[in-house]
């Protein structure tokens, strides 16, 4: 049901016998096994699903209410649902009808919520037969019902165990401008049930995932959206079983409309701890939870932790990178980028700057969008001063794929050889040449940022910084070498997400950047070699691997999103490792890749509170003065 803070929920909207309560919960008690098979925690069922939305005049009817009891104390008896499920019932109180969503676990009933909005207008008409709950839960908060009191009104379910808690509203309470589900978010509850009836017209489906999306996001919460199916159809009005499950703004699982199936059962798995997580970083939430604390009462429900989890979606083994809208992804991300470079310029009155070009994936990206920036200031890209700065290792291949770029781009090209220099360093500081070790390829670094700054100076321009977040996560940078610079463009990008902007810029952009239909395809051509080029500093005369050093960056990128993202420990972070690569790595190679990036984190925080300046892409970044404020001298315990 749960495991290291994830919970599978589901929903069903199973073949409906409008008026025979019997039938339906014959229905409902295979979709609870089948729940139960998947080892769900949460099962959520259509509002009135045990009699059916549609009965109109007949839930004025003695014989339909009671069947309805009989139907609920059937269920009871042979649920085999071990976890909690919600099924929706008319229910009379003081001679006023409720429309009600009813909490179960096996035989009990934990609780009881009204509908607290009924809508009364076009093809709805509830207020012929039901009371709406906004009043009465003011006055009750426990009713008689099956022969037992029940709690009753705006309830929180809770399990202290996992910290897991819940809350319930009814269809139109969602569409309302301050819906139940809000004030039971602001106090506590993790994830919202929804049982609903809503019909299907053209395009409302669209509004409806959009507003089921939305509402998790503005509540940092998950949100399970259960609508009833087709066999409620009748008269004017068709229904679609659109069910819906979501998360903090991310729609996780969408159930198909018009589905003809018995039980149309669909499962999801909601990352609790990754809720708990946002609601805890979010200052914005607390200062509302705070506003809005009000007193409601809490139930207690079990759920069992089931150490052999399995997930119902596939966990993304590069979670950084977008996966649909790429043209869309790609373009707002290159804007961003543009516009910070852009501001810096004008504001600084420069209309030159330097690039180190290497040419490899982070000075590749760039470059490009210092040409694109250029162009779009107008400024000619000849004031873009691109040098290509051999060391020791510079391969030719590199070296040529440099050239080639500046080449075809436009932008002014030097070539320094900074061997001379460095050696003469060697000598001023006592370092034997033939000694490689680190001081043998920081000294290239630092001489590289070195040269950059000091033409800078004299060209009266600005020097461009190629790092990506990656590095920074890592540590894989120079301190006071290519750690530093005027701008940082790439900083708020990931090593990954450089690889796909580059390969977007290859697909989508290499016309605009050039002059014809030759230079297009050569542009084409080396940014497709530049992104099939091992990534390696170069920086000694033997082939380097930055790979082979620490470890694949797919991984350290993905530990670096569910770390920051998610605030997840190394324990889950391990757990979805082996689920994302179980095909790919072996799980003492993945524990090696997760100690690497966890000992180089915590030990490199140093150089992160020292980056320049540079654009905030992502939700998530490393620099000090948005999202990432760590001290530099915090100690490191391994957990794992």
């Known amino acids: 049901m749960f495991y290291h803070g994830f919970l ?268 708990q997580f946002d609601r805890r970083r979010s200052s914005s939430f607390r200062q509302s939870a705070e506003d809005n604390m009000d007193y409601i009462k809490h139930i207690p429900f079990n759920l069992v932790e089931n150490k052999h989890y399995k997930f119902e979606q596939t966990i993304d083994p590069t979670p950084f990178v977008p996966k649909n809208d790429l043209k869309d992804a790609f373009e707002e991300m290159m804007n961003i980028q543009m516009a910070g470079l852009a501001k810096r310029i004008e504001h600084t009155k420069l209309d030159k700057v330097l690039i180190g070009v290497s040419g490899g994936l982070d000075s590749t990206l760039a470059l490009l969008l210092a040409a694109k920036t250029f162009d779009l200031l107008e400024i000619p890209r000849k004031n873009i001063m691109a040098y290509t700065i051999r060391g020791f290792g510079t391969s030719q291949r590199t070296n040529q794929n440099a050239n080639q770029l500046m080449k075809v781009l436009g932008v002014t090209h030097h070539d320094i050889d900074l061997r001379e220099s460095v050696l003469s360093h060697f000598e001023t500081i006592g370092h034997d040449p033939k000694e490689i070790d680190i001081t043998y390829e920081n000294a290239q670094a630092r001489e590289r940022t070195n040269i950059l700054m000091n033409l800078a100076n004299k060209m009266n321009g600005l020097v461009l910084g190629t790092g990506n977040m990656s590095e920074l996560a890592l540590g894989w940078c120079t301190y006071n070498g290519d750690q530093m610079s005027m701008y940082a463009i790439n900083a708020g990008i990931p090593k990954t997400l450089v690889k796909f902007m580059v390969k977007q810029f290859m697909r989508l952009q290499s016309e605009e950047l050039t002059m014809n239909e030759e230079d297009a395809k050569l542009l084409q051509e080396t940014l497709a070699d530049v992104l099939d080029t091992p990534i390696s500093p170069e920086l000694i005369d033997t082939p380097q691997h930055t790979e082979e050093i620490i470890g694949k960056y797919e991984i350290h990128d993905f530990i670096l999103y569910h770390m920051l993202n998610n605030g997840d420990t190394e324990d889950r972070i391990y757990l979805l490792m082996k689920e994302a690569f179980k095909d790919e790595f072996s799980e003492e190679k993945l524990l090696e890749y997760l100690q690497i990036f966890y000992r180089r984190f915590y030990s490199q925080q140093f150089k992160r509170s020292a980056m320049p300046d540079g654009p905030k892409v992502l939700d998530i970044s490393l620099s000090p003065r948005t999202d990432w404020r760590m001290p530099s001298d915090a100690d490191y315990r391994r957990r794992l």
Not at 22 to 37: C, F, P, Y
Not at 152 to 159: K, P, R, V
Not at 179 to 204: C, F, H, M, W
Request: overall charge negative.
């Open 8 to 275: 599978k929920v589901a929903t069903s909207s199973p073949k409906v016998s409008v008026g025979d309560p019997m039938a339906n919960v014959d229905v409902m008690l295979r979709a609870l096994q089948v729940a139960q098979d998947h080892q769900a925690g949460i099962l959520v069922f259509p509002e009135l699903s045990i009699c059916g939305y549609t009965c109109q005049d007949l839930l004025f009817q003695e014989y339909l209410l009671q069947d309805v009891k009989t139907a609920i104390e059937h269920l009871l008896i042979n649920n085999p649902f071990e976890g909690v499920c919600a099924v929706g019932a008319p229910i009379s109180i003081h001679r006023n009808l409720y429309n009600c969503a009813i909490v179960i676990q096996k035989d009990k009933i934990l609780g009881i919520i009204p509908k607290f909005y009924l809508p009364n207008d076009m093809e709805f008409y509830e207020e012929r037969w039901f009371t709406r709950g906004y009043e009465i839960v003011k006055h009750y908060d426990e009713i008689e019902f099956l022969g037992r009191k029940v709690p009753f009104g705006s309830l929180i379910f809770d399990h202290h165990q996992s910290g897991i808690s819940f809350g319930v509203e009814i269809c139109q309470d969602l569409w309302v401008p301050s819906s139940p589900s809000q004030r039971l978010a602001l106090n506590g509850a993790d994830v919202i049930l929804n049982l609903s009836t809503s019909n299907e017209v053209y395009l409302k489906s669209k509004t409806r995932k959009d507003l089921v999306r939305i509402q998790s996001l503005k509540l940092a919460a998950g949100y399970i959206y259960c609508s009833s199916g087709v066999y409620e159809s009748t008269t004017d009005g068709v229904f679609g079983g659109h069910s819906l499950i979501s998360q903090n703004g991310t729609l996780l699982a969408e159930s198909d409309m018009f589905s003809r199936e018995d039980l149309n059962v669909m499962f999801a798995d909601l990352d609790i701890s990754n809720i």
